[in-house]
Structure formats: structure tokens, C-alpha cells
């Protein structure tokens, strides 16, 4: 069965402190790795997608990238507007396209 | 805003009851994927659909059932609802079986 782990589940920084999120994941045939942004009450926002190790993708202060066991997401200098969980998710290789989802790293930036 | 629209936003109703959850998908987006989140569950995929036709089952209960109309609208029934049943129900679209585009969801409260 997939198995999709992240890591730490909880995450406290202080604003401009760098620190990296891991997602560690067990799967027959990685087709996809997804990364979510998901505020209080509301539905996950899509981030990246990366398909192969040694991929990295970067958005404003969010970088991923992805090796053959495991996904970082690391935030560099992160500001309180940072604080939401984030959701790492794969998608293998098989006739359906559902998103596995990992439990959620739970990231609050104090100012 | 993802583009993805879902009504109603809550939802109370009490055990035994039947209700209708709407979404409707992004402008051209032929893929309509449903997930329930609970505290415990965590994100969790229900079912697909593809231009109007079921393309994959995950863990969805007997009690609950969906479709997709031709204008890709899609609908998700909950019947005999139990207390467990609590909890919110995302739809997300996709344009390529990859990316998924989350709706704002609803959030089921069964009394």
C-alpha cells in the first residue's frame, strides 16, 4: 500500500528562521509528487508538482525538490503570512489519478 | 481562488438524513475528484470522474454516491448520514489527470 509520511507534524519559526519540511514516501511507481498549501477551514492550494528525482521547483520563498524517497519543501526567511499546513501528495503509476495525501506539516511564523 | 466553485459552504443536518453537496469544476476542466478530511482521516480520495463517466473508486462508502452531469457539474449524496459522516468535503478539477485544483469545500456537521 502507498505510504506518504511527513515530517516534523509541527513547526514553529521565528520570522526570517530557514527550515525545511520532509515528506517521505512508499509507492509501486511514483507518478507524481504534489505540495499543498492549506489555511484554517479552507480547501488545499496547489503549490508544485514534481516528477522526477533531482527536479526543484521554487515559488517566492518555497522551494521542492525530490528525491527517489523523499520530497523537501524548504522556506527560506519565512514571514508570518508563511503559517499554514503544508501537504505533501503522490499520484502512482495506475489507471486512476487520486492523490495520496500525507498527514500535513502544520507551519506557524511568529513575527 | 482556484476557480473551482462548492455549495452549500456548511451544512447541519441530523443522523439518518440525506443531503446533496454541488461542485462545479474549473472552466474546461474535464476531471472531477471528491476527498473528505476529517480530524483523524485526514485527507482522503472518495471518487473520479472523467466527462461524465465514474474513472476511479477510492475509499467511499455504500451510503454515498456521486455523477457528473454533461456540464461537468458534479454532485456527491450522503444518505443515512451518521455522526462520523462529519467533516469537510473538497472537490477538486483537473485539466490533465495531474495538477488538482482544490474547491473551497463544504463543511458537514451531522447532529
Known amino acids: 500500500e502507498d505510504q506518504v509520511t511527513q515530517s516534523p507534524e509541527a513547526l514553529r519559526l521565528q520570522e526570517g528562521e530557514s527550515s525545511s519540511l520532509n515528506c517521505s514516501y512508499t509507492v509501486s511507481g511514483l507518478r507524481g509528487l504534489f505540495w499543498y498549501r492549506q489555511d484554517p477551514g479552507k480547501g488545499p492550494e496547489f503549490l508544485f508538482t514534481l516528477y522526477s528525482a533531482g527536479e526543484e521547483k521554487e515559488k517566492e520563498r518555497l522551494k521542492a525538490t525530490l528525491t527517489k524517497k523523499e520530497s523537501f519543501l524548504h522556506i527560506t526567511a519565512p514571514k508570518p503570512e508563511d503559517s499554514a499546513t503544508y501537504l505533501c501528495?503522490?499520484?502512482?503509476?495506475?489507471?486512476?489519478?487520486?492523490?495520496?495525501f500525507g498527514a500535513g506539516t502544520t507551519v506557524t511564523v511568529r513575527a | 481562488d482556484s476557480g473551482v466553485t462548492q455549495t452549500p459552504k456548511h451544512l447541519i443536518t441530523a443522523t439518518g438524513q440525506r443531503v446533496t453537496l454541488r461542485c462545479s469544476p474549473r472552466s474546461g476542466d474535464l476531471s472531477v475528484y471528491w476527498y473528505q478530511q476529517s480530524l483523524d482521516q485526514g485527507l482522503q480520495f472518495l471518487i473520479q470522474y472523467y466527462n461524465g463517466e465514474e474513472r476511479a473508486k477510492g475509499n467511499i462508502l455504500e451510503r454515498f454516491s456521486a455523477q457528473q452531469f454533461p456540464d461537468l457539474h458534479s454532485e456527491l449524496n450522503l444518505s443515512s448520514l451518521e455522526l462520523g459522516d462529519s467533516a469537510l468535503y473538497f472537490c477538486?478539477?483537473?485539466?490533465?489527470?495531474?495538477?488538482?485544483?482544490f474547491g473551497p469545500g463544504t463543511r458537514l456537521t451531522v447532529l
Open positions: 477538486a478539477s483537473s485539466p490533465d489527470f495531474a495538477s488538482q485544483y
Open positions: 501528495a503522490v499520484q502512482v503509476r495506475s489507471n486512476d489519478y487520486k492523490l495520496s
